[in-house]
């Protein structure tokens, strides 16, 4: 069978979010309505990360086997073709057979953009949370290196159960990078109007993100100060974190991957998930 | 009679225009909904310039009379609190009686954004042409200034005479600023994969900026030269020009004004106009 990697943007406006949900719009589900137009089947798609409804991406990656002749090159063009211009294909590669996007994910970044400013400009009120009332940006910018590392981050997921937290188990995380940034001036935006906050890490748990900046937004309007943030993690309490953050904010940028050597079959990979 | 000057952002993409028109969603018969909540009575609002349907502003300029008491910071806050996301008033003050946000309108700045990379991002494609063919950039560059000064723009109009062309007569136009340019990088884009035409004028005839990016494009594929610019306006034939780009890559960037020192009536308003 080929394997197909897709690297994928989508606005997810306007989404149930990536899972195919019968009789919800979702990305993974216009993803397979539309290889199935050109496939005659329906493959099964993986995807990086199941980002959530309302949630953007600007590098998802997934993939997918078929015995379809149709080259690389022209799945993106034919796909880009049949899907509406809210969900892109940046990039099509074929790829060795055991390459699967979840499960040889080795890093994923995610941005979250807090609009600062008085006024949303029309063009970006999708891709932002507004926020305008005062912050101490330095505090947020200390505390958001206290996530820096390995932890235990069940404080910092849902607190309801998901599918993904079960079948992970473990609620130790590693993250890499952890910023926030006055950004470079955008468009039709004044400068400091925009702050962003980076987070690069192996994987997340579900709200994870929202989760740790609705948090950085309590250590900026003071009701939290940058210490609090190891007291936090000891408390292992999903409900002593900041609110989890509307989802429109949130954008998948980037997701890194490293194909093991020797060629593994699903069933390893599956074990794999849980290390 | 107090006098509003509103300093509005939109996005075109999902309304029919400025102008009002029953049944239809326009930008201004959503300010004149949001205005008769508020002032309990359906104030004219007067537009410097009447946008397309699909044309996006980032700075229109609009004003309305009203004997309401609300202060003019009251009224941005109000109505971006009763408008969609889609249109947001950037500001609003309080100005002299007689001015007239068309009237006085010395100076429109128009933009058309021309994306031309292979894919188009999903945060974008509301506000941009997608032309990802050859072209040559410095001749069209070239072409461009030949559109500068003052000229008989009868070639670069709408070739079905409208209301604006039968009220306004003459065809003649100054532009001041006529030039294509390689935008800087914006957000999740690569360099060079944006080209932006930026018009100046003291006024424009309908679809004139979009006919003239259309002539643009022709030239850049080498099917005019720079040289024929002057000829073009020499046929004064509207069906000589290149193609009417679609509306979405157009935006109304900037209006400026300047409010006679004699305070005029609108008869002399009008009669200012076709000058």
Chains 1, 2 share one sequence.
Request: charged letters at 25%; hydrophobic letters at 40%.
């Amino acid at each position: 069978m080929r394997n197909i990697k897709l690297t994928l943007a989508y606005d997810g406006t306007d989404f149930s979010g990536w899972q195919i949900q019968p009789g919800q719009p979702t990305i993974q589900g216009a993803l397979t309505d539309a290889l199935e137009k050109l496939t005659q089947h329906r493959p099964a798609i993986y995807g990086a990360g199941r980002t959530d409804a309302g949630v953007h991406a600007a590098g998802q990656v997934a993939n997918f086997k078929t015995e379809s002749p149709i080259s690389a090159p022209d799945f993106q063009r034919a796909l880009n073709a049949l899907l509406p211009p809210s969900i892109r294909v940046l990039a099509s590669q074929e790829i060795a057979e055991n390459f699967h996007a979840r499960w040889h994910a080795v890093a994923k970044t995610y941005r979250y953009r807090i609009f600062r400013g008085d006024v949303v400009p029309p063009s970006i009120w999708r891709y932002v949370c507004h926020y305008p009332h005062p912050l101490d940006f330095d505090a947020m910018a200390e505390a958001a290196l206290r996530f820096k590392g390995e932890h235990d981050f069940t404080t910092f997921a849902a607190t309801t159960g998901s599918e993904e937290q079960d079948r992970e188990r473990s609620p130790i995380r590693i993250i890499y990078r952890s910023e926030i940034v006055r950004c470079a001036q955008r468009d039709s935006m004044a400068p400091g109007d925009e702050w962003e906050y980076i987070v690069r890490g192996k994987s997340f748990l579900r709200y994870m993100v929202r989760k740790m900046v609705g948090t950085l937004v309590e250590v900026g309007r003071g009701r939290l100060a940058p210490k609090d943030i190891p007291a936090l993690f000891a408390l292992r309490d999903g409900s002593k974190s900041g609110a989890t953050m509307p989802p429109q904010g949130l954008c998948m940028v980037e997701v890194e991957h490293q194909i093991p050597a020797e060629p593994v079959g699903h069933a390893d990979a599956f074990s794999n998930s849980s290390h």
